[in-house]
Each structure stands twice: as structure tokens, then as C-alpha cells.
């Protein structure tokens, strides 16, 4: 099977490129490239409009900007409450910053983290809670920051799934200390690579900005250990011509979604991840989990998949506990998590995005379907 008729779980949503050369020629003739220039001021504001929020800071990826926030947030204490079934760079940003990751188990409908697990893991050495929506599915926020309340805890979430997203009471990002965003080629809103922390208040804003700059607070004044996490021009500019076309996209991506759901639901042995309580998904990912009555295993069906063309991912697969680079180093806690391997132990990604058509999701489902 050659290459071009393979099948990828994801593809990139890029705009116009006559739009984006526009922008490309403004650059070239400020020469302007990084430091917070034009086009990184104008995504930001965009962006504010956009989510419905007063303060975020651009960063050149999530992952820095993870780290950032984990940074700014002045934790104390040691321990970090957070989730097991979540991409690695969620612990290893607690790791890096000397923080001990506390696994605790996910609930099974939404597969966040579950607060009665969380309050359970709670210590004297707990600082802060690092919940991830999940496939944009919003975390138990309300329970989330009631126990954070009680506690004293602080709660920065890893929305790298979650742009465009609203929970019950409106827009997600509004929850938490700090919302950290990913724009990577990968998500439904991207700038190539880049990320972006949500700020509450002009104070945390001006500390985050300082500490994606090494820490200059001027010309020749560095008041903290600051790295170098800003957002170039070339990115920035790319994510100012994708705002226009967030709804478009994210209407296909909703399509797609749809169409599977229609074509699965008669499959026995494959379950679909259940958004309907989700007040606005962005249908950025589109998890099956493969049950006991269905005739295959999960990697068995995954290896069919792949030889058919069509490279779907087991995400999240292992749990981050049970990378070796957790499991050898003893840098973490962890309680029992029988929900979150099962739910590893069956899960397949299938390819979505905006620009799949529908005679390539009847492919896969045909390669899925027993008969």
C-alpha cells in the first residue's frame, strides 16, 4: 500500500496560504521574528476575545508553558496530585521542577481525574492539584475547586486538549489558578508548535511574562530564573490566520464525529467515549475502547488497523506510571489505578480531522467491523 493512500490519526488544519503569506511579508519587512513583536501581541488579544478572558501568555509550546505555570504558581509543598492517563509531559513538568507526581485513579465516564480519589490522596505535603481535560472532556470542576478551597490547594489545569471548549457554567478555561493550553500541529487550533498559560489577574500575567524571558523585569535587571519559552512571529502569525476558521473546522471535526458514531454503534465490542453532556465539545479526538465480547484484542485490532493503512494510536497507552522512567526512578506516588489501566489496556484513538473524508472513515470502520 503506498504511502499516499495511508490514513494518519490526525492532520493538521492549516488556512489559506495566500492569508498566511500576507502576515509572512509583514515579518519579512519589520524583520521582526520573536521578543513578543506584532503578530504575538495581536494572537494574543485574539485569543483573550476569543475565550472570553482578560489575561494569557503566549509560549513557544505547552510544554514550557506547563512548566511555567507550575513555576509561577509558588508551590510550597511537594506533592502534586495528578492523573495517570495523560500524555508524559503532564508529570514530567512536575519532575522538572522537583515536584513528587501523586497518581490517583480517573473516573470511568469522563476519564479525569475523580475527586473521591483525590480528596483521598490529599496530604500535609500536598501542594497543588494538575488535573487534564481529557479528549476535551471538562473535568469535575466544580468538585475539583471546592476541594482545592477546603484544602488550600492550588489547581492549575492541563487544558491541552481543550481549546473551544465550555463546561457547564461556560467557558472551561475560567477554572483553576491557571489553564494551560498546547497549540501543537496535533490539536484543533494550532501555530506548528506553541502553547499558552491563562492567567487570572495583571499581577500573575507580568510573573509569567518576566519568566518566559529569563527573567528580565528590564534592559539589565533579571529578578528570577527565567527561561526561554516565548512564541516566535512565524507561529504567531500562523495562529492569527487560523482564528478564522475555528467554527468551519471544528464543524467538519463534529461531522466526522457523528458519522462514526452512526457507523459503530451496531459494532458489538466497540464503545465510544459519550460527550453528551459536554455543553461544547471540540471533538479534537475520537476514542473506542475495545471490550471482551468484541472477536479481536486492542493491539490485535491495532495491528489490523496498521495493516490496513490506517495508523490510529492507543492513547493513552501505557499509564505514565508504568514508564520505565517513572517506574525506575521512584519519583512519584501512586495510588491504586484500576480504572485508568483498564481504560489504557482498551483504547484506540481513530484518525479525525477536519479534512477526513467520509469514504476514509467507511474504510476504517469496514477494517473494524468483524464481517
Given at each position: 500500500?503506498?504511502a ?13 496560504i ?10 519579512w519587512q ?6 513578543q513583536?506584532?503578530?504575538?501581541r495581536?494572537?494574543?488579544?485574539m ?6 478572558v482578560e ?8 510544554t514550557?508553558?506547563?512548566l ?5 504558581a509558588?508551590?510550597?509543598?511537594k506533592?502534586?496530585?495528578t492523573?495517570?492517563?495523560t500524555?508524559v509531559?503532564?508529570a514530567h513538568?512536575?519532575?522538572w ?11 470511568r ?14 496530604t ?9 481535560h ?7 470542576v ?8 477546603r484544602?488550600?490547594l ?14 457547564h457554567c461556560?467557558?472551561?478555561l475560567?477554572h483553576?489558578?491557571?489553564?494551560v493550553?498546547?497549540?501543537?500541529a496535533t490539536?484543533v ?14 499581577h ?5 511574562d ?6 528580565f523585569?528590564?534592559e539589565?535587571?533579571v ?13 504567531a502569525?500562523?495562529?492569527?490566520s487560523?482564528?478564522?476558521?475555528i467554527?468551519?473546522?471544528?464543524d467538519?471535526r463534529?461531522a ?9 454503534r451496531h ?22 475502547f ?9 493491539d490485535?485490532?491495532y ?7 490506517i495508523?490510529a494510536?492507543?492513547y ?7 514508564f ?7 519519583l512519584?506516588?501512586?495510588l491504586?489505578?484500576?480504572?485508568a489501566k483498564?481504560?489504557a489496556?482498551?483504547v484506540?484513538?481513530?484518525?479525525i480531522y477536519a ?14 467491523s468483524?464481517?
Amino acid at each position: 500500500m503506498t504511502a499516499d493512500k495511508n490514513i494518519y490519526v490526525t492532520q493538521p488544519s492549516l488556512p489559506p496560504i495566500d492569508e498566511f503569506e500576507r502576515h509572512i511579508r509583514e515579518i519579512w519587512q519589520s524583520k521582526i521574528l520573536t521578543n513578543q513583536g506584532e503578530f504575538h501581541r495581536r494572537l494574543e488579544a485574539m485569543l483573550c476575545e476569543y475565550f472570553g478572558v482578560e489575561y494569557i501568555s503566549l509560549f513557544s509550546n505547552g510544554t514550557l508553558a506547563l512548566l511555567t505555570a507550575l513555576k509561577v504558581a509558588g508551590l510550597q509543598k511537594k506533592e502534586v496530585i495528578t492523573t495517570p492517563y495523560t500524555f508524559v509531559a503532564t508529570a514530567h513538568a512536575l519532575v522538572w521542577n522537583g515536584f513528587t507526581p501523586v497518581f490517583v485513579d480517573i473516573d470511568r465516564k469522563t476519564l479525569n481525574l475523580d475527586p473521591i480519589q483525590v480528596e483521598r490522596a490529599i496530604t500535609s505535603d500536598t501542594s497543588a492539584i494538575l488535573p487534564v481535560h481529557v479528549y476535551g472532556y471538562p473535568c469535575d470542576v466544580d468538585n475539583i475547586d471546592r476541594l482545592a478551597k477546603r484544602h488550600k490547594l492550588k489547581v492549575i489545569y492541563d487544558a491541552a486538549h481543550a481549546f473551544g471548549v465550555d463546561c457547564h457554567c461556560g467557558q472551561l478555561l475560567q477554572h483553576g489558578d491557571l489553564s494551560v493550553l498546547s497549540f501543537h500541529a496535533t490539536k484543533v487550533f494550532n501555530t506548528a508548535e506553541g502553547g499558552a498559560i491563562v492567567c487570572r489577574d495583571a499581577h500573575t500575567k507580568r510573573a509569567v511574562d518576566e519568566l518566559k524571558n529569563f527573567g528580565f523585569t528590564g534592559e539589565t535587571t533579571v529578578d528570577s530564573f527565567g527561561l526561554n519559552g516565548k512564541m516566535s512571529e512565524l507561529s504567531a502569525a500562523l495562529g492569527c490566520s487560523q482564528i478564522p476558521y475555528i467554527t468551519s473546522n471544528r464543524d467538519r471535526r463534529r461531522a466526522i464525529d457523528y458519522l462514526y458514531r452512526q457507523k459503530l454503534r451496531h459494532i458489538q465490542g466497540i464503545n465510544c467515549q459519550d460527550f453528551s453532556a459536554v455543553k461544547q465539545p471540540n471533538y479534537g479526538y475520537f476514542p473506542i475502547f475495545v471490550e471482551a465480547d468484541y472477536p479481536l484484542s486492542r493491539d490485535e485490532l491495532y495491528r489490523k488497523l496498521k495493516s490496513f493503512g490506517i495508523y490510529a494510536r492507543r492513547y493513552f497507552y501505557p499509564i505514565v506510571p508504568e514508564f520505565m522512567a517513572y517506574k525506575s526512578s521512584g519519583l512519584f506516588r501512586s495510588l491504586d489505578l484500576p480504572v485508568a489501566k483498564d481504560i489504557a489496556s482498551k483504547v484506540i484513538c481513530l484518525p479525525i480531522y477536519a479534512d477526513l473524508e467520509s469514504t476514509a472513515v467507511d474504510r476504517i470502520v469496514d477494517v473494524i467491523s468483524p464481517n
